[in-house]
């Protein structure tokens, strides 16, 4: 079965630092989500990524593909406490057919005012 | 749109009992996944319903079950609660199924005791 490892686990910066989480797949990724949750609720949709070398931005996010390393790396610029939470990635594992999506066990990030 | 309503938003259970969680998904979203967070193990897939059919499922013992109803609603039941029960338990919506952009509820908060 398919496995995420997430890096660093836990992350605290200073307001205004630019930080990167990485997720590291195990198997092939055909399909990579990042998902973000505050502490106790939902997960909320960032990003979905589909295609190795794929670069997406929303806001002061930008997450990529590296289809060839097997991973995929989520960059926040000037983090604001806004952005505190628990960043998740989640992965398909098979290029057809109906897959579960497994998910890498987050990273926590606090933002210090 | 209304998002995915999980209800009820908390619950303690002592163990032994059984307990039925419910969750409504966004209209016109015909496929729910169900999964279960905690600290240690992260977030791992339950099983997944579609147009009334369970089209996927994790390895979970057969204490956990669920159903879906016509209306896409569904429910997850779990039998002879146990304490390693104690969760969130976050269910997702989405249009085609799980590897589409899934939308999260806020999660039922469960203690076992």
């Known amino acids: 079965s398919q496995e995420l490892e997430q890096s660093p686990q836990s992350l605290i910066v200073q307001e205004g630092k630019n930080l990167t989480i990485n997720c590291t797949s195990s198997?092939?990724?055909?399909?990579l989500y990042w998902y973000k949750q505050k502490y106790g609720e939902g997960l909320i949709f960032l990003m979905m990524l589909q295609k190795g070398g794929e670069e997406k931005s929303h806001e002061k996010i930008t997450a990529k593909l590296d289809e060839k390393k097997q991973q995929s790396s989520l960059h926040i610029t000037a983090s604001q406490p806004s952005h505190a939470g628990i960043y998740l990635c989640?992965?398909?594992?098979?290029?057809?057919?109906?897959?579960?999506?497994?998910f890498g066990i987050g990273t926590k990030l606090q933002v210090i005012p | 749109k209304a998002g995915v309503t999980q209800t009820p938003r908390y619950l303690i259970k002592t163990r032994g009992q059984q307990v039925t969680l419910s969750c409504s998904p966004i209209s016109g979203h015909r496929s729910v996944s169900w999964y279960q967070q905690t600290p240690g193990q992260g977030l791992q897939f339950l099983f997944e319903?579609?147009?009334?059919?369970?089209?996927n499922k994790g390895n979970f013992p057969g204490r956990f079950s669920g159903r879906q109803f016509s209306n896409s609603r569904s429910e997850m039941n779990v039998s002879t609660l146990e304490l390693g029960d104690s969760a969130l338990y976050l269910c997702?919506?989405?249009?085609?199924?799980?590897?589409?952009?899934?939308?999260f509820g806020a999660g039922t908060r469960l203690s076992v005791l």
């Open positions: 989640g992965a398909d594992g098979n290029a057809g057919g109906y897959q579960k999506v497994t």
């Open positions: 319903y579609f147009s009334e059919t369970q089209r």
């Open positions: 198997k092939t990724l055909y399909g």
């Open positions: 997702a919506s989405s249009s085609q199924g799980a590897r589409n952009i899934q939308y």
